[in-house]
C-alpha cells in the first residue's frame, strides 16, 4: 500500500514586480501555499525546512529587471530568494539526507524544494550558533575576508577606514585588520552602532557619518596621514571624500553601493584625478571569484571566534513575516549587526 505524502502550508514571501529605488515592504507580499513533505522520486531533489534567512543589500539588485548584472532577477510572483540555512526533511538526492544542515540559496518561505547545489554547504555543528552560516561564517563573512584579503592586500601598521563599519561585512573587516595589525576606523549612521565599533569590536576609532557636515574634514582628522586601505561598502560622498585622502599607493576594495538611490540611472563620481596622482588600485569584486579560498577562511574565522578574537553581532527578526520589513530595513540603517530572519527553531 502507498503512503500518501503529508501536504502543509508553505508561507512565502512572494516578490510582486519589478522595481529601481529602494525597496519597500509593499514590493512583496505574504501568501500561503501548499507543499508535499516528499522530494520527488527520480528527481535528485531534496526538500529542506528553512530555519534561518539573510537580509544582504545585493538582494535589492535582484528586485530590478536584468542589467547586465552579474546575478539574474527575482521572478514576479514567485517567492524571492536569499541565503539560507536549512534542515533536509525528505531527499531523493544520495548527497544528503534527512536531518542534515546546509547552508545556501534557498528560498523566503517555509519549506523548499532545493535541485540545485551551487554554493550548498554541508554543516558540521559545533558550538557555533546555525545563523552565523549565514552572516560570519556565510556569504557576508566571506566576503570581508576575500575582500580584505586578496583585494586589499594589507600590510602591517597599515591604516584602514571602514564605511557601513557595523554591518554584516564591515564588523569582520575592521576586526580582521586589526588582527593583522593595522589601525582601523569605521564610520556608521548611529551614536550606538559608533559605540559598538569602539568598544565590542575593537575599532581604534569610528564617527557618526550623519554629523559631519564635511566628510573631507572628518576623514582628515582620523587619518592626518592618509588612508592605505578603504574598504568601501556606500559608495557616494564617502568614496570621493576617502579619494581626497589616501596614501600614495592605497588601495580601496568596492564591495557596496548602498547609498546609492537608483542602481539604473548612474552619477558621476568626484576626485578620480587621486587615481592618478596618488596610484590608487580601486577594485570591485565578488565573494563568488574567492570559492577556492573558502576552506582557509573556515578555518583561521571558527578559530579566531573560539579564541574570542572575533565577535559578531546580529539582528535577528522572529517569523517569516517579519522579513519583508528586515529587507527593507537595510536601506535606512535600521539594523544593527548582520540582519537575519529566524524562520524556524530546529
Known amino acids: 500500500m502507498k503512503m500518501e505524502a503529508e501536504t502543509v502550508d508553505n508561507k512565502q514571501v512572494i516578490f510582486k514586480g519589478f522595481i529601481d529605488r ?32 539573510s537580509c544582504d543589500p545585493y538582494m535589492r539588485g535582484r528586485m530590478r529587471e536584468y542589467y547586465d548584472s552579474y546575478i539574474p532577477p527575482f521572478v514576479p510572483g514567485q517567492a524571492i ?20 544542515l546546509v547552508s545556501g540559496l534557498t528560498g523566503w518561505e517555509e519549506f523548499s524544494l532545493m535541485r540545485k547545489h551551487e ?33 586589499c592586500s594589507p600590510e602591517i601598521g597599515e591604516k584602514v577606514f571602514v564605511s557601513a563599519a557595523s554591518g554584516a561585512v564591515g564588523q569582520l573587516v575592521g576586526q580582521l585588520a586589526k588582527l593583522h595589525g593595522c589601525y582601523v576606523v569605521g564610520s556608521a549612521g548611529t551614536s550606538q552602532k559608533v ?7 575593537g575599532f581604534d576609532q569610528a564617527f557618526n557619518y550623519k554629523e559631519e557636515p564635511d566628510l573631507n574634514a ?4 582620523y587619518f592626518p596621514e592618509g588612508i592605505d586601505i578603504y574598504f568601501d561598502n556606500v559608495g557616494g560622498d564617502m568614496l570621493e571624500a ?15 553601493m548602498v547609498s546609492s538611490n537608483s542602481l539604473s540611472v548612474s552619477k558621476g563620481i568626484h576626485n578620480l584625478f587621486s587615481l592618478i596622482a596618488k596610484r590608487i588600485r580601486m577594485q570591485g569584486f565578488l565573494q563568488s571569484d574567492y570559492l577556492h579560498l573558502y576552506p582557509r577562511f573556515f578555518e583561521n574565522v571558527v578559530s579566531n571566534y573560539k579564541q574570542g578574537k572575533i565577535v ?15 529587507l527593507v530595513g537595510l536601506f535606512s540603517g535600521k539594523n544593527v549587526g548582520k540582519q537575519v530572519i529566524r524562520v524556524a527553531r530546529e
Open 242 to 256: 576617502a579619494l581626497l585622502n589616501m596614501r600614495i599607493h592605497g588601495r580601496i576594495a568596492v564591495c557596496g
Open 22 to 53: 529602494i525597496p519597500r515592504e509593499t514590493d512583496m507580499e505574504l501568501k500561503i501555499g501548499k507543499i508535499e513533505l516528499k522530494a520527488p522520486k527520480g528527481s535528485g531533489a531534496f526538500l529542506v525546512k528553512n530555519l534561518y534567512l
Open 119 to 151: 554554493q550548498l554547504r554541508r554543516i558540521q555543528q559545533d558550538d557555533i550558533p546555525l545563523s552565523y552560516h549565514v552572516g560570519l561564517l556565510g556569504m557576508a563573512g566571506f566576503t570581508a575576508y576575500a575582500g580584505f584579503y586578496e583585494v
Open 81 to 100: 530568494q536569499g541565503f539560507g540555512v536549512s534542515k533536509v526533511v525528505d531527499s531523493d538526492d544520495p548527497d544528503f539526507k534527512p536531518g542534515d
Open 195 to 201: 559605540d559598538i565599533l569602539k568598544n565590542k569590536l
Open 312 to 326: 559578531y553581532i546580529e539582528d535577528m527578526s522572529e517569523g517569516l513575516e517579519s522579513a519583508p520589513a528586515a
Open 218 to 221: 572628518a576623514l582628515k582628522r
